[in-house]
């Protein structure tokens, strides 16, 4: 158990007004496990350790390669320039897709808080297609629009939108009335309105729904990559899975699953995190 040592200090100018302050000293274990991202780090430290573990007690790289074949696999994938080539693919058409997505969840979010025309059609909407899975709307995808980016950006639409837009919405509903009537006593109206009183209020909603989506839309992209996934001539990650477990190159399959766990960890820790530390924790939203 942790060691906590309790000091006591002076303070005041003179004598009279001098009073004992207790002051806790936590041990540098204690100090150290306060540290979320050392935290973090364990607990990936431990999983790497266990999957190392076992896959030398499988012994065997056909059903389980050990993270040190793995590894000298990616680095090797790396050095070739084929797996950053085929993640910046995957990326690329990842961002096209995402972002599309936001812009129009955005508008039809706006279109319900301003109508009820809006509202009913997005409510009819997300009951609809929310539940349908993305990697269902495949077979169209290749009917519609053929075997390329065009298809793929297509199913990610289909797991950004709804998503985004239910949080977008239901955060603008949880908004006070007294932040609306602030809204109403600075005559805000329309996209300011919306832009400096109801985004700013509900951003926690929307930013949880970027979060979700992203996921959504991450795994989706390798789904259909493994499904179809040379666009334009060129494979993303899922591609590069795909094309390696045929050739039997089970470390190299690995490798590619890593690279989509890794860019998943930068996502989620750097970029959304510091979105989160620059808007809802400035602003005192959240703890």
């Not at 989506?213 to 060129?234: C, D, M, P």
């Not at 045929?246 to 590619?256: C, E, H, K, M, Y």
Request: net charge positive.
């Amino acid at each position: 158990m942790a060691r906590a040592t309790i000091t006591l200090k002076k303070t005041g100018t003179d004598e009279g007004a001098r009073k004992p302050v207790l002051e806790r000293q936590f041990s540098l274990a204690r100090r150290l496990w306060n540290h979320t991202a050392l935290r973090k780090f364990s607990i990936i430290l431990v999983l790497a350790l266990a999957w190392q573990i076992y896959g030398m007690v499988v012994h065997n790289d056909l059903l389980f390669p050990t993270l040190s074949d793995t590894f000298n696999s990616f680095v090797s994938s790396i050095r070739s320039g084929v797996l950053p080539d085929r993640a910046w693919t995957s990326l690329r058409i990842l961002v096209i897709g995402y972002v599309t997505g936001i812009l129009i969840a955005g508008v039809l979010t706006i279109l319900a808080i301003s109508t009820q025309i809006g509202t009913d059609f997005l409510e009819v909407m997300t009951a609809m297609f929310n539940p349908l899975p993305a990697i269902a709307l495949l077979p169209l995808a290749l009917l519609w629009f053929g075997l390329g980016t065009t298809s793929i950006v297509f199913v990610l639409l289909h797991s950004v939108v709804w998503v985004v837009a239910l949080n977008t919405q239901g955060g603008f509903l949880s908004v006070s009335q007294t932040l609306r009537m602030v809204g109403r006593n600075y005559e805000l109206t329309g996209l300011r309105y919306v832009w400096l009183i109801l985004v700013p209020a509900a951003f926690p909603s929307i930013l949880t729904g970027l979060k979700i989506a992203w996921a959504f839309a991450w795994r989706t992209l390798i789904a259909a990559e493994l499904v179809f996934g040379v666009a334009s001539g060129k494979g993303g990650l899922g591609w590069y899975i795909f094309e390696n477990r045929n050739l039997l190159d089970i470390p190299a399959v690995f490798a590619g699953l890593l690279t989509v766990i890794i860019i998943g960890l930068i996502v989620e820790n750097f970029f959304f995190r510091l979105i989160e530390k620059k808007t809802v924790r400035r602003w005192g939203m959240q703890s």
